[in-house]
């Protein structure tokens, strides 16, 4: 099973930063794409960044200039550096993984999507 672990969200004043983190733990042979959710209240879960296994990233327009995704592979460790916070950036973030797992000796792989349990962004003004 593989588990993935948010942390670094908290209240924070309009202009303010955030970093939050986001741990993958388990059994697993690879971590493809990590991604960045968003869920404000009433309102569907939005995709806010996305990060390749090789660091190609990719941005909803926004948080494009605020906001940056990376990784850390060798800690299996997704992060959301967030500056110039806005009250509509109050949301839960969720964190996301694809993770890739070899299922026999002919090298056969299986992908499967993981989600965190989410950590709450509060923006005031």
């Known amino acids: 099973q593989v588990r993935l672990v948010e942390s670094g969200g908290g209240l924070v004043q309009l202009g303010g930063s955030l970093r939050l983190s986001c741990a993958a733990s388990g059994s697993y042979d690879r971590i493809n794409d990590m991604a960045w959710y968003r869920q404000a209240p009433g309102q569907e879960r939005d995709l806010v960044a996305t990060i390749t296994n090789v660091g190609n990233t990719n941005y909803a327009d926004s948080v494009k200039g605020r906001f940056t995704i990376s990784r850390d592979n060798r800690k299996s460790t997704v992060y959301l550096q967030m500056n110039s916070l806005k009250p509509e950036d109050t949301a839960v973030y969720y964190c996301?993984?694809?993770?890739?797992?070899?299922?026999?000796?002919?090298?056969?792989?299986?992908?499967?999507?993981?989600w965190g349990q989410g950590t709450l962004v509060t923006v005031s003004s």
């Open positions: 996301y993984a694809e993770i890739l797992r070899v299922v026999n000796v002919e090298g056969a792989t299986r992908t499967m999507k993981y």
